[in-house]
């Protein structure tokens, strides 16, 4: 080939940063995150649990904004994986199963309570299009700081409901689980605690193969 074909090849092949789909993303990520209300200091169970929480950092956020880095971002993007799997889960395993009750959503917005229905939508007429809405956590600290989040489910067995917490793991993470983290005990107890239930189930979900382990919780948090 002459040097004049390779340079247009090479013209064809490279991507521009403008066009780039990565550096579109990276922006909106970035853009999404710095603008999330901070008007009131809102925690996460998750985040408070987290053994890496710090209260300082979170006074920071509040008096600087958000700040989302390259390092915040790989995690968000990180985050996000999980938000995909627990969705598998929820809709195509538990809801159908049976097991999972709460909330069902259908795309035209109507919305009933308990199993997962498997009758056509009374209000657009189709069928198989219901989404699990996670149960809302809120519980006011004061009238500035506030615990919220949702949890990952409420899930039914011999007729007693169980909160349900999913975190998804690398595989090779997910092979070294022999039991769970305390953190994640800690947020399901929080969890267990504003819903006011006394029982809970930890799920590990590998993002290799999609197999799963799990423990169960009894709540040690006094009801708020």
């Known amino acids: 080939m002459n040097k004049q074909l390779i340079n247009g090849i090479r013209q064809l092949v490279s991507v521009s940063e403008h066009d780039s789909i990565d550096s579109i993303v990276s922006q909106y990520i970035e853009q999404h995150y710095c ?20 209260i300082n950092k979170e006074v920071l956020r509040r008096i600087l904004g958000n700040r989302v880095d390259k390092k915040e971002q790989s995690l968000i993007r990180i985050f996000d994986i999980g938000i995909v799997l627990h969705a598998l889960w929820q809709n195509r395993y538990l809801g159908p199963a049976r097991l999972l009750v709460g909330d069902w959503q259908c ?8 199993w997962m229905p498997r009758d056509i939508c009374p209000t657009c007429g189709k069928k198989d299009l219901f989404k699990y809405s996670e149960p809302r956590l809120m519980y006011h600290l004061d009238e500035n700081n506030v615990i919220s989040g949702y949890a990952d489910g409420i899930i039914m067995l011999r007729d007693e409901k169980i909160v349900l917490e999913m975190k998804t793991v690398s595989g090779s993470a997910f092979l070294k689980i022999k039991k769970p983290e ?26 290799q193969d999609n197999l799963i382990k799990e423990f169960d919780i009894l709540v040690f948090i006094v009801k708020v």
Do not use: R
């Open 35 to 54: 603008e999330a209300d901070i008007t009131k200091t809102q925690f996460y169970p998750s985040q408070i649990a987290s053994k890496y929480f710090c």
């Open 107 to 114: 795309v035209c917005g109507f919305t009933t309570y308990g």
């Open 182 to 207: 305390t953190w994640h005990i800690i947020q399901l107890n929080i969890a267990m605690g504003i819903l006011h239930l006394v029982k809970g189930k930890l799920l590990y979900i590998s993002k």
